[in-house]
């Protein structure tokens, strides 16, 4: 589909993108495809690798096999096979298939590291495009013409549009609409990740260990790579304080896991001396809207849909894929901005609503709901009819619920 161009304004040439993980990326891709001047700024010195697996499912299939990724992504396909739960005790209680839980269609999802698509992404745009690592936005200043930033490396610089894609805490959003408190939707839930040796000789599935509001979970790819460990719990108030305090942070999560069953003293020693701990709130962004003059939000910074939902990078890469479609067919930028945030916003706000969904499976907050999740996990049949329930449906229809243009900017 094609916008004709709205104004007889020149089209905005040079782009600096905040963020080079997902959305920024692949707002890149599309940008330089479409003649755009592309600079990206990543406050880490280099792409950052590894990482927990994320999925790539639905309607954001469609955007990676538009870059030609898709061969590259199923090399690096992960291929979980089930999931496996735990009681108290550490026995296995049952035994689900990943899909079972996701509304994933088995075959047709990719399930990647998220450091894999992240290098899939940058590896076609690193000679054509200006990366520049180890710096972040100073300042900036929208005198309606242009935006002038300054970099914390002190350079100064000139651009036509800035766009953030700097994630869930966004330096962009905080520099153009302020302090993020009022934007973030906290679910209610703490987490720290790492990764530790595979000392169980697991691969392809993971182990989750669930107390009422507490889980210790070990997510095996291959045999010959660390697992990754997840400790998640239940709190009422964002802990805030540990954010600027690493060494809460450890302790904060440990006094959540006393337990000495299974691996959870494991789990909880590994955290402790991690050197890739990621430690955050489980929360969701939702923003009035998504620009402010020459500023535009994507990926987890307009929307983070979170963890819970499973789609984070999924909405990224579609909400890419649009905003740079709408610029690359709009000569007006605000005309661009709106247009994207039509089209996205009702995708995104789905997708934020699986992650409050039926969560009592995997994140069972009260001994009932922990009681009532294993007598399921008991019973592979009930389980099996419990899972293939209208909603599972509905996540499906969620994951491809918008259509993709096929953006034709003009001459
Ligand atoms: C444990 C876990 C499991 C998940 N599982 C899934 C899943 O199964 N499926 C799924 O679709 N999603 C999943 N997600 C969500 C997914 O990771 C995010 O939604 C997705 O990465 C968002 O991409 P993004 O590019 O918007 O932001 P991010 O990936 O957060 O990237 C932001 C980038 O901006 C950079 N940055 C930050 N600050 C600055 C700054 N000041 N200047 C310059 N650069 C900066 C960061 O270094 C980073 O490179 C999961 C998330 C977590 C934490």
Do not use: C
């Given at each position: 589909?094609?916008?004709?161009?709205s104004?007889?304004?020149?089209?905005?040439v040079?782009?600096?993108?905040?963020?080079?993980?997902?959305a920024g990326?692949?707002?890149?891709?599309?940008?330089?495809?479409?003649?755009?001047e592309?600079?990206?700024?990543?406050?880490?010195?280099?792409?950052r690798g590894?990482?927990?697996?994320?999925?790539?499912?639905?309607?954001?299939?469609?955007?990676?096999?538009?870059?030609?990724?898709?061969?590259?992504?199923?090399?690096?396909?992960?291929?979980?096979?089930?999931?496996?739960?735990?009681?108290?005790?550490g026995?296995t209680?049952?035994t689900?298939?990943?899909?079972?839980?996701?509304?994933?269609?088995?075959?047709?999802?990719?399930?990647?590291r998220?450091?894999?698509?992240?290098?899939?992404?940058?590896?076609?745009?690193?000679?054509?495009?200006?990366?520049?690592?180890?710096?972040?936005?100073?300042?900036?200043?929208?005198?309606?013409h242009a935006?002038?930033v300054?970099?914390?490396?002190?350079?100064?610089?000139?651009?036509d549009?800035?766009i953030?894609?700097?994630?869930?805490?966004?330096?962009?959003?905080?520099?153009?609409?302020?302090?993020?408190?009022?934007?973030?939707?906290?679910?209610?839930?703490v987490?720290?990740?790492f990764?530790?040796?595979?000392?169980?000789?697991?691969?392809?599935?993971?182990?989750?260990?669930?107390?009422?509001?507490?889980?210790?979970?070990?997510?095996?790819?291959?045999p010959?790579?660390?697992?990754?460990?997840?400790?998640?719990?239940?709190?009422?108030t964002?802990?805030?304080?540990?954010?600027?305090?690493?060494?809460?942070?450890?302790?904060?999560?440990?006094?959540?896991?006393?337990?000495?069953?299974?691996?959870?003293?494991?789990?909880?020693?590994?955290?402790?001396?991690?050197?890739?701990?990621?430690?955050?709130i489980?929360?969701q962004?939702?923003?009035?809207?998504?620009?402010?003059?020459?500023?535009?939000?994507?990926?987890?910074?307009?929307?983070?849909?979170?963890?819970l939902?499973?789609?984070?990078?999924?909405?990224?890469?579609?909400?890419?894929?649009?905003l740079?479609?709408?610029?690359a067919?709009?000569?007006?930028?605000?005309?661009?901005?709106?247009?994207?945030e039509?089209?996205?916003?009702?995708f995104?706000?789905?997708?934020?609503?699986?992650?409050?969904?039926?969560?009592?499976?995997v994140?069972?907050?009260?001994?009932?709901?922990v009681?009532?999740?294993?007598?399921?996990?008991?019973?592979?049949?009930?389980?099996?009819?419990?899972?293939a329930?209208?909603?599972?449906?509905a996540r499906?229809t969620?994951?491809?619920?918008?259509t993709?243009?096929?953006?034709?900017?003009?001459p």
């Open positions: 589909m094609t916008h004709p161009a104004t007889s304004a020149p089209r905005p040079r782009v600096l993108i905040s963020g080079a993980s997902i990326p692949t707002l890149a891709y599309w940008l330089d495809r479409y003649g755009f592309v600079t990206v700024v990543e406050k880490a010195d280099a792409v590894g990482g927990y697996a994320i999925d790539i499912r639905g309607t954001a299939r469609e955007v990676v096999d538009r870059m030609g990724l898709l061969p590259r992504l199923r090399e690096a396909h992960i291929d979980t096979r089930r999931i496996t739960f735990l009681d108290a005790a026995d209680v049952g689900v298939q990943p899909e079972q839980l996701t509304g994933g269609q088995s075959g047709q999802d990719l399930e990647v998220r450091g894999d698509l992240a290098d899939a992404l940058y590896a076609p745009l690193r000679d054509r495009v200006e990366f520049l690592f180890g710096d972040s936005i100073a300042t900036l200043d929208d005198d309606g935006v002038h300054v970099l914390d490396s002190g350079t100064h610089r000139t651009f549009l800035v953030g894609a700097d994630g869930l805490h966004s330096n962009t959003r905080r520099l153009v609409f302020g302090p993020e408190e009022p934007f973030h939707r906290y679910l209610g839930h987490f720290a990740g990764t530790l040796p595979n000392e169980l000789g697991v691969a392809h599935e993971a182990f989750i260990w669930s107390e009422p509001g507490r889980s210790a979970v070990v997510y095996a790819y291959e010959s790579e660390p697992v990754h460990g997840f400790l998640t719990f239940v709190r009422d964002p802990p805030f304080e540990a954010f600027r305090d690493p060494r809460a942070q450890r302790e904060l999560v440990a006094s959540q896991f006393p337990e000495q069953v299974w691996q959870v003293p494991r789990l909880v020693a590994a955290m402790r001396t991690s050197e890739d701990l990621f430690f955050d489980v929360s962004v939702h923003m009035p809207a998504w620009s402010h003059g020459r500023v535009a939000l994507a990926g987890d910074a307009a929307h983070a849909t979170s963890f939902s499973g789609q984070g990078s999924s909405v990224a890469l579609v909400g890419a894929y649009v740079a479609g709408e610029l067919t709009h000569a007006d930028h605000a005309e661009a901005f709106a247009a994207y039509r089209r996205m916003r009702p995104a706000e789905r997708n934020q609503a699986l992650a409050t969904a039926g969560g009592t499976i994140t069972p907050t009260t001994r009932a709901q009681d009532a999740r294993n007598a399921l996990l008991r019973d592979p049949e009930a389980m099996a009819k419990e899972l329930t209208a909603e599972a449906e499906r969620t994951h491809s619920s918008v993709l243009p096929e953006y034709t900017p003009a």
